[in-house]
């Protein structure tokens, strides 16, 4: 038999049945939750049960692109690289979860169009699908909500506290001989 009559039989007894439906049988694991913002790609919504809503210090180490969370204890020693924020559960319209940061607003600091849109989008997004788009020239996050209604959202059956150790696992900040604060203090 010719090489070429071998990979010819090969391929054929390859071939998918015509009654294929897709995918191994077995049982679909959650989908891992993304850390970021809303969208600006794909619709989402913002889960509005107070289970889902988390404060917590998160720390953006704009060098090396990392996210951190950081305990109220280590907060000091980050200065503000530490922001007050609250984990908020969303979902897209495709399902994948994702976490994102809602701001906290310090009553003493200005308060930027950026924070007061995002907070908006976050708001509108936890009774309907919205995406955001980023507007350099008015400093701002425009608001785009779906035209039609795409149905409620499907939420990830996981706890947040499962869900935020899912994305910040190995990257939260407890101690004061972690690397990121040991940098900031010149110390490494």
């Known amino acids: ?9 090969l391929l054929q007894k390859s071939r998918l049945p015509e009654n294929f439906v897709g995918g191994v049988m077995g049982i679909k694991l959650p989908t ?20 889902y809503k988390f404060p917590i ?9 990392e996210e951190y969370l ?4 280590m907060a ?8 007050p924020k609250i ?14 940061a809602q701001p906290i607003i310090d009553q003493s600091a200005r308060t930027t169009l950026w924070t007061t849109t995002m907070l908006d989008a976050i ?5 309907e699908w919205v995406r955001i788009e980023s507007n350099m020239d008015s400093q701002q996050y425009f608001v785009i909500v779906a035209a039609n209604d795409l149905g409620e959202p499907t ?6 506290d499962k869900l935020i150790e899912a994305v910040f696992l190995g990257r939260v900040i407890a101690q004061e001989d972690h690397p990121l604060i040991q940098q900031l203090q010149g110390r490494l």
């Open 87 to 100: 984990l908020r559960l969303a979902v897209d319209n495709a399902g994948t979860p994702k976490i994102i």
């Open 76 to 83: 000091h020693h980050l200065g503000r690289m530490a922001q």
């Open 123 to 127: 708001e509108r997004a936890e009774t």
């Open 57 to 65: 210090y998160v720390v953006e180490d704009k060098e090396s692109g």
């Open 32 to 51: 891992k939750p993304t850390y970021g913002k809303l969208s600006k790609q794909r619709f989402s919504r913002v889960h509005p049960g107070e289970e």
């Open 155 to 160: 939420w990830p059956n996981q706890s947040m």
């Open 1 to 9: 038999m010719s090489l070429e009559n071998t990979f010819s039989s």
């Open 70 to 73: 950081a305990t109220p204890e």
